[in-house]
């Protein structure tokens, strides 16, 4: 392991993390604000770590990075981006703690959306412009990004893009590594750009427009308002996010396709099928089951059940009703939707419906061998075989998800949390979600979790948004052999 190059690269990132903070910092000058000050503090900080790292750990330059060195650079660059984000935060008065601030920093990054804040709409402009910029900046992965504007990764940096992106099967939309992550940021930042203009013309301000954009197209939820998407009241707002939530939670390849002329991209594709087709089954079954107990409109039952479906699939986290004031049977749906994710290749967190998807038609098969065992049949996705490799690792990673879910809510009821904000949290924190159930529901918040409880979802917002293998590989032994 080259720890040396591995520092080199963190310092990189670091740099740019730095630069990246001159956003906010501008906008804090224009508002006529302090909250630049803390800003400012923190660029300082974080180039000159950055410049650091960079100068002193420089070595020749090195054509290829192994999978072992991949997966560090991946798991150490998140947690050292978490860190340094979070120094905007705590240099501020709005938060009491250092745990608080990295707990934001990293719901930020890794597009978690739970807060600790009590009142959003209190916190300084630029750092509520910070907040959502990291969302946007992790959506699709500052690793990613890196590599995209770094082309002297080369080759290697294939096993970086391996380690990032959020899918079994890595989809190159062009031979290099670096053309495709151009191509998927490119197709990122116009999408943004286009909820932008079309959140500016139905009357919302310029600053929430740039926000709630920055938040949706990654699948993050940080919003503006305390009372979320709910506060502006607007069945046009909701619609709206809720289509462009369906764009984020789609693959990003099959956006480059359609943009490319292929307009029937969607519908070939197998999995974006069983995604928008899981959505609008469970949109259906939610609205009705709340219509009559809850709403007595038709109109607003399918307004107000489908955004919530959507937001929770996609694991964004927006949230327009108190969903804990619904029947039951909603609520149950409502949790199982955060364990199914978005489609991969998108920026969603969760298990993804691809291998949810592998998972069902794996168990047919061998439902199958057992009426037919002398039948030859294989597991296909959009007419191709799935590789055995690639269908062990999908289980492989169902299990260690579950498993790993079942631990940190022991763990955390351990802690004196309760039954019901014990699963909740876990499952929203792990499937990057942002609100759960119990006293982190729609309308509360995380601030109340113990320290070391806070500390415990951070590790399971990493695991999440880093697929689990990432980061949990750094704890088996072997890894670390020669």
């Known amino acids: 392991m080259r720890w040396k190059y591995i520092f080199h690269i963190i310092g990189i990132l670091l740099l740019f993390l730095g630069l990246a903070m001159i956003f906010p910092i501008l906008w804090g000058v224009y508002e006529k604000e302090l909250s630049f000050i803390p800003l400012a503090k923190s660029m300082g900080i974080t180039l000159c770590v950055g410049l650091l790292l960079y100068w002193f750990c420089k070595s020749p330059k090195t054509e290829y990075i192994t999978q072992r060195e991949g997966m560090a650079i991946v798991a150490l660059s ?27 920093s990293v719901s930020g990054f890794t597009t978690t959306g739970a807060s600790i804040l009590n009142s959003i709409e209190t916190l300084p402009r630029g750092l509520l412009l910070w907040r959502s910029f990291i969302q946007w900046l992790g959506g699709m992965g500052i690793i990613v990004l890196s590599v995209a504007i770094l082309p002297f990764l080369g080759v290697g940096g294939m096993q970086l893009y391996k380690a990032e992106v959020p899918t079994p099967v890595p989809d190159k939309l062009k031979p290099r590594i670096r053309e495709t992550s151009v191509i998927l940021w490119k197709v990122y930042a116009l999408i943004t750009l286009a909820e932008v203009l079309l959140l500016r013309l139905g009357g919302m301000s310029l600053f929430d427009a740039l926000n709630h954009a920055f938040t949706t197209m990654p699948t993050g939820g940080f919003s503006t308002k305390n009372a979320s998407v709910a506060h502006f009241d607007s069945a046009y707002f909701d619609w709206l996010i809720l289509l462009f939530m369906i764009l984020a939670g789609i693959n990003f390849s099959l956006h480059y396709q359609m943009l490319r002329g292929k307009t029937l991209a969607f519908w070939r594709d197998s999995e974006c099928r069983f995604f928008l087709s899981t959505i609008l089954l469970l949109s259906l079954i939610v609205s009705f089951n709340i219509y009559g107990s809850v709403y007595h409109s038709i109109v607003q039952a399918i307004r107000y059940g489908s955004f919530q479906v959507v937001s929770i699939v996609t694991t964004t986290g927006y949230a327009t009703a108190d969903y804990e004031q619904w029947p039951a049977m909603s609520q149950v749906i409502l949790l199982l939707c955060m364990f199914l994710g978005a489609s991969a290749g998108s920026t969603g967190g969760g298990m993804k419906c691809l291998r949810i998807m592998l998972c069902f038609k794996y168990c047919y098969r061998e439902l199958f061998s057992m009426i037919h065992p002398r039948a030859v049949s294989h597991v296909k996705i959009n007419g191709k075989t799935v590789p055995d490799d690639v269908m062990r690792s999908v289980l492989v990673f169902l299990a260690l998800y579950m498993g790993l879910f079942a631990l940190c809510s022991a763990l955390l009821a351990g802690l004196g949390v309760d039954l019901v904000t014990s699963f909740g949290a876990v499952a929203s924190a792990i499937g990057n979600i942002g609100p759960g ?46």
Do not use: H, Q
């Open 78 to 104: 998140w947690t050292a981006i978490g860190l340094f984000g979070a120094l905007p935060f705590y240099l501020d008065d709005s938060f009491i703690s250092f745990t608080d601030a990295f707990f934001e």
């Open 437 to 482: 159930f119990g006293m982190v529901g729609p309308v509360e918040n995380y601030a109340r979790i113990p320290v070391m409880g806070k500390w415990l979802l951070t590790l399971c917002m990493l695991l999440g948004r880093l697929e689990i293998y990432t980061v949990i590989i750094l704890v088996v032994p072997e890894f670390w052999k020669k």
